[in-house]
Structure formats: structure tokens, C-alpha cells
């Protein structure tokens, strides 16, 4: 037969060789001074969910039990976790090798769908309700997955804490609304609370195109799918080609993820949004959870979430059991040293400072019996300018009632305008967009990419632009502080039928600054925003503007803390297009801009009003 003439040829034909890598690899762990324990924790439906579990080895002293930090996460518990011991700081992020050192366990899970989880994968999972009729949400998975952990983990002592940044921040959010008994105290950092409402994927109404990269990179596979293709490598360059946001989608097939076509079918904050806002879901159970909310001044992706929360939730407070801190942060930037943002130093690790004198003493208490308590104010806040932490008893610490007057040949004053000229105008070409940033723009999760610092880049070069109004104050002769959400108050006429408005409150250093010579008349952005004017009366709906008649544009800042020094300037800057953070308005009104096509996209003239009767400012949180 054919075979016995071949066999001996193919035996001649193919030696092997021994290969280098094995078919397991086992981790050399003896020296380690922690466990590391992958479990799949199951839920009340039967899906299991995998979970990382870290224990230290020996327990600090007179301790026998220790308890545990969970958080869940879309984004890999098995990479969340290094290797190498916990004093090394290989092991975990920063935050948590104090924890583990501090005796705690800590639990990273994978949300359902994601890595190693089973189940199905539903992008920031409603909670139960109009959006998920299912009896599944992440407040059931978090709740199953402590009842698991406290009865499974040897060595707990039956108390819980969740900590996570950002969508991970949500998911300790969402545990909220049906808390365990033995969750005992909240970290939601940087959270998504509300995603049309200035947290990730709209602002104002006008929708942030950098949500494609990353629904591509979580939602086009279970693990994660990497970078989104590019043919350009400005991302100004890429998004203008593409035409629209809807061009992007069909160039790159993103139609096929679920939460893409929700989107774009849902521009407005109708009912499928508005169901979804966790500041008005949380209040409605009672607060047994002492809290603490984490907010960046400088948050690039969840700027509302945290504020909102905390503001919703603190009129139904009565155990003083809500905090919120603001430092000077990036997303996140509270888990790293904290001493800087871009060229703007701060004075001080504040990150560092945060972790190891509010954050850790504020999880002992609640979490290891006979700590000290935590002592913490309502609301703990740096102020930047005087780079000093504030104990407030509340927030916002003033309300926006201080008007700051845009005046004639580009003046800002506290006084309203009298006389000169009454508008300023400019050409807004959707054709020639505004970059938010200096090009090139790399792809924001791009290798390399500063994205986490743009909102304190430099505003200079965009100031001078004929389709960017400047208005700015003579040097301050004394501190002017704010703390809370400045309001942008722009009364304005467009000869197109819609349009964005783009207000910025900067601090300009002065022009020679002895101190930081490197920042002698930076333009340092304070608060920024985008109002999509379709939206100036109500954001459930879209309406279009009438073309050349005055129109009031009135909506909030981010939150912020800050002194304007003696010596420096506020300035006020209005553009309308900030490119391609968020995608182009046509200035003609179509029902969905989604749906615009090239024919729609128009020239415009934009007339700003500073006159009497017709004056626009920006209402300042002004301090006493
Ligand atoms: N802010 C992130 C996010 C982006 C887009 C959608 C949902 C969340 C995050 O870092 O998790």
C-alpha cells in the first residue's frame, strides 16, 4: 500500500526539534509574597463570571482576617495584575500595592461577556428598567459576586469595598442601587454617570467621535480588538476625509457594533438616555454606603459624572455619608503622582498625597474593625493657583452669579458694556473645522498620544485665529477665586439654521512670569465646553435655530476650583468647531447630523453680542 512505501520517507523527511517554549508555562511564585487565584464566580442566571484573586501571604500583625477590595472591569482582570511582589509595585497599580501591603485582599472581576467572563456583552449595561427588561444588570452581578467572595475567600472578614476608575467607576456606581450587606464603603473614580450628559460620548448635544476608537477596541470582540485602522496619521486629516461621523462608521464597518447604532439613533437625550442617568436613579435608594466620589478638574472623558452624582445625592444625606474630592487631576490622574499636568506643576504629589492621607484612612474605617475614623470633610478640594487643599462643607462653594461681561474690541469686565460697537463676528468654515488641538492629532488611545493632558494645552495657538473670538480682562489686581461650574451666557445670531458654540474660560499667566519664565503668557484653559445650538432649549430636543436672529446660548462649564492670581488675565475664548474631538455641525439644520451629507455642511457668519440689553458673559462661581 501507498502508506508503507510513504511511511518511511516521511520519517526520513521530517526530524524534529525540541521546541524552546513550553506547552504550560508555570509562574516561579515561591518568593512572591502574595497569592494570585483565577476563580469563575457564578451568578444567579448561571453565567460565571472570572475573577483575579490577590491575598497576601502573612497579614499584618494581631490581624487574622482581612477584608476585600473588588473592582469590575470591561477591561481585563488578568492584565490588571502583574507579577512580582507587592513591595516591588510590579504587582498592581500604585493604590493597590498599598492596599496589599495594608493586609487587604483585592478582587478584580470581568464583567459579563468581556475576557474571561461568559455571558453576553452589552456596552455600560443599563441598570434594570425602560432599557434593560432583563432581571440582570451589574448591580445583580455585583451583589452575587460579594455574596460569593465573602463566603468563598479564606481569611475575609465578611467586609467589602469597591473601588474602580472610570466605566469601573460606573460599575461601583450601579452596585449602589442595590447594595450588598456587606459592601461597606464606595470608590467611584471618574465615573461614566451619565454618557450624553458630558461624560464620554456627547457634550452639549454634540457627539465626540473619539467613542469609535474605543466601542472598536471593547465591543468588536471579546477580548480586546486593539487599534482601529487609520489611512492618515493627523486624525484632523482622518476625520475630515471621512466626511461625517456616519462617513467614519461605513468606512470602517463599525455599523456592526450594537452600541455605534444606538448612537446614531439616538442624537438627543430622549427616554433612552434619560433612563439610563444614574444622578437621578441613585437617590431613590436610600444611602447606606459611606461614599467617596473622585473628581478631575482636568478629567478629558468623565468631567460630569462624579459631581453629579455626588450633587444629586447629597440632599438625601442624612448620615453625612456622601464625599467628594476634586484635585487637579486627569482621568485617573489621582492613581499617579499628581505633582503635575502637562507644564502646570501643582507644588506637591497630590495623587500621592490623596492615596496615602484620605483614601486609605477612609477605607480603613469602614473597613478594618477598630480603625480610627476617617474624619473626612463633605468635600475636599485643591485649589489650583494657590496649589492648597480645601475642606468645604458643600458643592458647589458659590453659585454662578458673577457676570463677567464681554465688551467691545475684546475687553472682559465685571461691569456690563455701555457703549461701543455691539457684536463681534466671525466666519465659521465647516470646511476649514477648528483643530481642539495642535496637529497632528494622533489617535487619541494611539501609542504616544497626550490626550490625558489636551485640556491644559496652551490656548495661544488658537486665540489669534479670525474664527475664534478673544476677550480678556486688564492684569488682575487681586485674586478673583471661583469654585463650582462657571455658565456660559453668549447671546449670538447665525445666518446658518444650526451651529455649535464653543466657550472657554482661561487663565492667562502674565506676560513675563519670573517664576516659570517657561509660562510667561500661557493660556491656560480653567473650564471649556460645547453647546450644540440645536439643543439651546432643551437637550431632549433638537430645533433649528432662525438664521440672523439673536438667540441666548446659555449652559455649564466643567466644575472647577481655582484662583486667578494678581497679575494674570481672564480670558474668555468662542469658536464654533473643535475638531475632531467632535464632529462637525453642517450649520444647516437636518433632523440627525449623523445623517448629514457634504451638501449640508455651510459657511456661516457668527455675530457674538456685547451690547446693552444683548450682553454676553460667562457667569463666574465667584468666592467671597
Ligand atoms: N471613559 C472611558 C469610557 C470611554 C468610552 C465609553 C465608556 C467609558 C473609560 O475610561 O472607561
Not at 400 to 426: E, I, M, N, V
Request: charged fraction near 20%; proline fraction near 9%; aromatic fraction near 10%.
Amino acid at each position: 500500500a501507498l502508506s508503507t512505501i510513504l511511511a518511511p520517507l516521511a520519517a526520513h523527511a521530517a526530524p524534529s526539534i525540541a521546541p524552546d517554549t513550553p506547552d504550560t508555562f508555570h509562574d516561579a511564585d515561591s518568593t512572591f509574597d502574595y497569592t494570585r487565584t483565577s476563580v469563575m464566580i457564578p451568578m444567579r442566571d448561571g453565567v460565571h463570571l472570572h475573577a483575579v484573586v490577590l491575598a497576601a501571604k502573612s497579614l499584618p500583625a494581631g490581624r487574622t482576617t482581612a477584608p476585600i477590595m473588588l473592582e469590575r472591569t470591561p477591561y481585563d482582570a488578568e492584565s490588571m495584575v502583574g507579577h512580582g511582589n507587592a513591595d516591588g509595585a510590579m504587582l498592581v497599580r500604585g493604590y493597590e500595592s498599598t492596599l496589599l501591603r495594608a493586609g487587604y485582599i483585592l478582587a478584580f472581576e470581568d464583567v459579563r461577556g468581556k475576557d474571561g467572563s461568559e455571558g453576553d456583552y452589552v456596552n455600560e449595561r443599563p441598570l434594570h428598567g425602560p432599557d434593560n427588561p432583563t432581571p440582570i444588570d451589574h448591580a445583580t452581578d455585583a451583589w452575587d459576586t460579594i455574596e460569593w467572595l465573602t463566603h468563598n475567600v479564606p481569611r475575609n472578614n465578611g467586609r467589602v469595598g469597591m473601588i474602580g476608575t472610570s466605566y469601573d467607576g460606573m460599575l461601583v456606581a450601579m452596585a449602589l442601587t442595590h447594595p450588598h450587606p456587606a459592601l461597606k464603603v464606595a470608590i467611584p473614580a471618574n465615573p461614566v454617570i451619565n454618557t450624553w450628559m458630558n461624560d464620554d460620548d456627547f457634550h452639549g448635544g454634540a457627539f465626540r467621535m473619539i467613542g469609535y476608537d474605543y466601542y472598536y477596541e471593547q465591543d468588536a470582540a471579546r477580548g480586546d480588538s486593539g487599534d482601529l485602522w487609520r489611512n492618515d496619521y493627523d486624525d484632523y486629516t482622518t476625520f475630515l476625509h471621512a466626511g461625517s461621523a456616519s462617513g467614519f462608521v461605513a468606512q470602517h464597518g463599525l455599523e456592526q457594533l450594537g452600541f455605534v447604532r444606538k448612537l446614531h439613533d439616538h442624537p438627543a437625550y430622549d427616554g433612552f438616555w434619560q433612563a439610563q442617568a444614574l444622578e437621578t436613579i441613585l437617590p431613590k435608594t436610600p444611602i447606606t454606603v459611606p461614599t467617596l466620589w473622585i473628581a478631575g478638574q482636568w478629567d478629558q472623558e468623565d468631567m460630569y459624572g462624579a459631581v453629579a452624582a455626588f450633587e444629586a445625592l447629597r440632599p438625601h444625606d442624612t448620615h453625612g455619608l456622601e464625599h467628594l474630592v476634586l484635585g487637579p487631576w486627569h482621568h485617573g490622574g489621582w492613581a499617579s503622582s499628581g505633582a503635575s499636568l502637562g507644564p502646570i506643576q501643582f507644588d506637591s504629589s497630590t495623587g500621592l498625597w490623596f492615596r496615602q492621607s484620605v483614601l486609605l484612612p477612609f477605607l480603613n474605617a469602614a473597613l478594618v474593625p477598630g480603625s480610627p475614623p476617617a474624619n473626612l470633610p463633605p468635600v475636599l478640594a485643591f485649589q489650583t493657583g494657590t496649589n492648597t487643599w480645601q475642606h468645604l462643607g458643600n458643592w458647589p462653594a458659590a453659585k454662578p452669579s458673577r457676570a463677567l461681561y464681554l465688551q467691545p474690541d475684546g475687553g472682559l469686565s465685571f461691569a456690563a458694556p455701555a457703549t461701543g460697537p455691539a457684536s463681534d463676528a466671525y466666519v465659521s468654515d465647516p470646511q476649514k473645522p477648528i483643530p481642539y488641538r495642535l496637529r497632528p492629532i494622533r489617535p487619541t488611545y494611539a501609542k504616544g498620544s497626550t490626550w490625558h493632558d489636551w485640556l491644559v494645552d496652551d490656548q495661544r495657538p488658537f486665540s489669534d485665529r479670525t474664527d475664534v473670538l478673544t476677550y480678556e480682562t486688564a492684569p488682575l489686581d487681586h485674586a478673583v477665586t471661583i469654585a463650582g461650574a462657571p455658565v456660559a451666557d453668549i447671546i449670538a445670531a447665525t445666518t446658518g439654521t444650526d451651529g455649535d458654540f464653543v466657550v472657554k474660560l482661561i487663565d492667562v499667566y502674565p506676560d513675563e512670569d519670573p517664576d516659570a519664565p517657561e509660562l510667561s503668557g500661557y493660556q491656560l484653559p480653567i473650564a471649556m465646553d460645547i453647546l450644540r445650538g440645536r439643543y439651546r432649549h432643551g437637550f431632549d430636543h433638537a430645533e433649528p435655530i432662525p438664521a440672523n436672529q439673536p438667540q441666548t446660548y446659555r449652559f455649564a462649564l466643567p466644575n472647577v476650583d481655582h484662583a486667578f492670581l494678581p497679575g494674570h488675565r481672564i480670558m474668555v475664548q468662542i469658536q464654533s468647531s473643535w475638531f475632531p474631538l467632535y464632529d462637525r455641525n453642517p450649520q444647516t439644520f437636518v433632523p440627525n447630523i449623523f445623517d448629514a451629507k457634504p451638501k449640508d455642511f455651510r459657511k456661516v457668519t457668527i455675530k457674538v453680542f456685547h451690547a446693552p440689553g444683548q450682553a454676553s458673559a460667562v457667569m463666574l462661581p465667584v468666592v467671597p
